[in-house]
T-cell receptor, first 113, second 110 residues
Framework: NAGVTQTPKFRILKIGQSMTLQCTQD?????MYWYRQDPGMGLKLIYY???????DKGEVPNGYNVSRSTTEDFPLRLELAAPSQTSVYFC????????????FGPGTRLTVT | QKEVEQDPGPLSVPEGAIVSLNCTYS??????FMWYRQYSRKGPELLMY????GNKEDGRFTAQVDKSSKYISLFIRDSQPSDSATYLC??????????FGQGTRLTINP
């Protein structure tokens, strides 16, 4: 099993550009999450999904969009990139039963200049 | 006030020391408590989880939850250089979302 995979690993965007961060999991998990992690900070939830076709906002959703058309994929879209979106983005997934462990991908390092 | 407070450190201790990492929280509905370990430039990995109050031990690691004080701790005994990482506490009141602490950066010096 590959677990949770994310692409790309690194990306530099110019202000105003758009991009999609890809996330795929092969564990048949219903729950998927997108977080951002700024230097020296914890993880802040951007969006999450409890199953295909169902998404909801987290703590910091502004400037981002998501979709969940399949169980495996949960892409994160950045529209009109801003320097404040410079961060490391982590995707995670988990099964439906206790202990609710979230499995994280390796992250995407994004710089907006 | 943040829901979860964690001292970001950095914390630097000699090899073999006992390390204590702590988090406080304000939401009394939290009942699932976790510790994640994150090595540099990697994603977090679950280290330990507990449900409700009490202690849980796993090898050199002990997780402690005191719900009356809204305080959780992670103890590392006989610390090793390979334990050098950022440790994040996380907690949840239900199944859907976790709230993470800021993370404590720990360095174990040989």
């Amino acid at each position: 099993n590959a677990g949770v995979t994310q692409t790309p690993k690194f990306r530099i965007l110019k202000i105003g550009q758009s991009m999609t961060l890809q996330c795929t999991q092969d564990m048949n998990h219903n729950y998927m999450y997108w977080y951002r992690q700024d230097p020296g900070m914890g993880l802040k939830l951007i969006y999450y999904s409890v199953g295909a076709g169902i998404t909801d906002k987290g703590e910091v959703p502004n400037g981002y969009n998501v979709s969940r058309s399949t169980t495996e994929d949960f892409p994160l879209r950045l529209e009109l990139a801003a320097p404040s979106q410079t961060s490391v983005y982590f995707c995670a997934s988990r099964a439906g039963q206790f202990p609710y462990e979230q499995y994280f991908g390796p992250g995407t390092r994004l710089t907006v200049t | 006030q943040k829901e979860v407070e964690q001292d970001p450190g950095p914390l630097s201790v000699p090899e073999g020391a006992i390390v204590s990492l702590n988090c406080t929280y304000s939401n009394s509905a939290f009942q699932y408590f976790m510790w994640y370990r994150q090595y540099s430039r990697k994603g977090p990995e679950l280290l330990m989880y507990t449900y409700s109050s009490g202690n849980k031990e796993d090898g050199r690691f002990t997780a402690q939850v005191d719900k009356s004080s809204k305080y959780i701790s992670l103890f590392i005994r006989d610390s090793q250089p390979s334990d050098s990482a950022t440790y994040l506490c996380a907690m949840s009141g239900g199944a859907q979302k976790l709230v993470f602490g800021q993370g404590t950066r720990l360095t174990i010096n040989p």
